[in-house]
């Protein structure tokens, strides 16, 4: 009889920042300088789908691997290495202590992933692609961790990774243990405590690649004076804050902390020498479209948030998709991808904006995705590869 192959798929969500994970004081560990909090977003729209297996068929020569998007990815970097060995140490204490388990952490593992939502988007993807390897291997494994110690391994792989191992609004938390024990994210409220959040991104192209955030946190700590004020003033102050207007369900308060915030990570990149710049002329569009969006609204509706590229997040509460998404799709047009009938039927343009600004977002969008908060990592029952341990055919 042909050796059993073992089996687990998860798929795992994108979560976008809205105090920023930026520095870090152990680059090997991935440790940061700041805790950071994110929202997590729906898998209906971001997703990576991945299934991790094993069997004692593969043979050894043919090591780890990773099918990402029907493309061989390489997993020999000490990021990846690290997450497979963490792994497969806690699988391997659980088969020294029952030696009737399948002996799965002396097999090589091979992974199929895929992502619900265009490469071409320019949207970071490590995140979910990291905490769905570790979910994956974890289930595969059963390893009876909890998402918080699971978050310590996808924090090796990718610092925002260790985020996306729950549903909702999460925070990093830096610790200060040299080992990184206590670098983990936890849970500080589901998804169901204030399930009206939305996020519109606008997906800019970017003309050519810009710096990596890894390269570029270590040139910003590296450099900037003003990065240490951030780190020991501002974030600590906007984690507060943020948990605060997280409870309370205040979204003038949230909106304000998460601009401030992103103005804030911007400021020490232009502070870096030489000054990184992640956003242009269309980012600043945005800014000045949600600015323009909220005096005309006369209360906050909207909060803007960019990471280490152009594309802006936009949040927004589902009562406000009229003056928020109604705006914006009139003015760059049914033509751009994206938009859904369901939320753009019948909006009326509540307001216009600028008409500089106007022209600037409608030359420079390519595409839209209008989401909102969700879940964690989901068990999944569809399989990318087959009984047999080949990548299953789609
Ligand atoms: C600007 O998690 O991609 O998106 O740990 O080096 O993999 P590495 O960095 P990464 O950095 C994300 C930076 C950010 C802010 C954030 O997500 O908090």
């Known amino acids: ?34 805790s950071s909090l994110s929202v997590t977003l729906s898998q209906a729209d971001l997703r990576t789908l991945t299934t991790a297996s094993c069997s004692a068929s593969y043979p050894s020569s043919e090591g780890d691997s990773l099918l990402l998007n029907g493309e061989q990815s390489d997993v020999a970097g ?72 699971l978050s310590l391994i996808a924090r090796q792989g990718s610092g925002s990774a260790c985020r996306s191992l729950f549903g909702g609004y999460v925070a990093w938390r830096m610790g200060d243990a040299a080992d990184g024990s206590d670098s983990m994210a936890d849970q500080v409220a589901e998804a169901s405590h204030w399930p009206d959040m939305r996020a519109l991104i606008l997906v800019v192209s970017a003309a050519k690649k810009g710096v990596s955030s890894t390269s570029g946190m270590q040139q910003t700590v590296a450099t900037s004076g003003l990065f240490q ?81 152009p594309n802006a997040v936009i949040y927004y509460l589902e009562k406000d998709t009229e003056s928020v998404v109604g705006t914006l799709y009139h003015v760059l047009g049914g033509e751009v991808g994206g938009w859904k009938s369901t939320v753009v039927q019948g909006l009326k343009p509540s307001m216009s904006l600028d008409e500089g600004v106007a022209e600037i977002l409608k030359a420079g969008v390519s595409r839209v995705i209008l989401t909102g908060v969700g879940e964690g990592p989901i068990k999944s029952d569809e399989y990318l590869v087959a009984e047999d341990g080949s990548p299953a055919r789609r």
Not at 121 to 143: C, K, P, Q
Not at 242 to 253: T, V
Not at 266 to 274: F, M
């Open 229 to 309: 004020e951030r780190i020991a003033k501002v974030v600590p102050q906007n984690m507060a804050a943020m948990e605060k207007a997280i409870a309370e369900r205040d979204f003038a308060s949230f909106a304000e902390v998460t601009m401030r915030d992103s103005n804030s990570f911007h400021a020490t990149c232009a502070d870096t020498y030489p000054p990184i710049f992640y956003m242009n002329d269309v980012s600043r569009a945005a800014i000045r479209a949600v600015e323009q969006i909220n005096a005309a609204a006369g209360r906050t509706v909207a909060a803007y948030t960019f990471d280490a590229g």
């Open 78 to 149: 000490a990021r990846t290495q690290a997450c497979f060995r963490e792994l497969r140490a806690r699988r391997r204490a659980l088969e020294d202590a029952d030696a009737s388990l399948p002996k799965l952490s002396t097999m090589p593992v091979r992974l199929v992933s895929e992502n619900n939502f265009p490469t071409a988007a320019g949207l970071a993807s490590s995140a979910a692609g990291f905490a769905a390897l570790v979910r994956a291997i974890a289930n595969l494994y059963e390893l009876p961790a909890s998402p918080s110690e």
């Open 1 to 34: 009889m042909a050796d059993k192959v073992y089996r687990a798929s998860t798929t795992a969500p994108v979560n976008i920042a809205v105090v920023k994970y930026w520095g870090k004081r152990d680059p090997k560990l991935n440790l940061p300088t700041n």
